[in-house]
């Protein structure tokens, strides 16, 4: 295996919005990972990312759905 492929297989795969399309400018990835989720700025890759539990991440899409739907907070 060369390093290469060494290092491809230990990034994590990252991943955007369906939303997002082509020519989005305000955009975050995200990717998997064993306890969360990383987000991250798509126009600064090499920039800072944010480790977030899967616990929150659950949350936060619970949050953002009962938005989009019109639904009150808990």
């Known amino acids: 295996m060369t390093s290469k492929e060494t290092r491809a ?3 994590p795969a990252w991943f ?3 939303y997002s399309g ?3 400018t305000e955009c ?3 990717a998997r ?3 969360g989720v990383w987000v991250r700025d798509s126009k600064c890759r090499d ?3 944010l480790a977030v539990t899967g616990k929150a ?3 936060l ?4 759905g009962r938005s989009a739907a019109g639904h009150p907070k808990h």
Do not use: P
């Open 9 to 11: 297989a230990s990034e």
């Open 16 to 18: 955007k919005s369906s």
């Open 22 to 24: 082509a020519n989005a």
């Open 28 to 30: 975050v990835e995200c």
């Open 33 to 35: 990972h064993d306890t």
């Open 47 to 49: 920039g800072a990312t």
């Open 57 to 59: 991440w659950a949350a």
């Open 61 to 64: 899409i619970d949050g953002l």
